[in-house]
């Protein structure tokens, strides 16, 4: 069930280019916000959906909530990509 949560995230274009921003660092909502052309509310609703796949973690700091990317969780996918792909060789 995780895999299934982690690729319907990363099946939007909205949700990848969120976790695009976070690898340069943390930022806030309103921060992530401000590169879309799409309501807060919007965002809110990606950025639930990113959480709850575990692709990102968010950390109160006074009355922001600060998201950052959980590269584990990507590492565990391309592992996993790499692994279907095999190693080329038909035994």
Known sequence: MALQNTLKALA???????LNLLKEG??????ITNHFDVTAASI????????????????????????ELNASVLEEIM???TDLKGDGHND
């Open 26 to 31: 943390s930022m806030t909502a309103g921060e």
């Open 12 to 18: 939007d274009p909205i949700r990848r280019e969120i």
């Open 79 to 81: 592992l996993w990509i």
């Open 44 to 67: 809110s609703r990606h950025l639930s959906v990113l959480k709850d796949a575990d692709l990102i973690r968010d950390t109160r700091d006074g009355k922001y909530i600060i998201y």
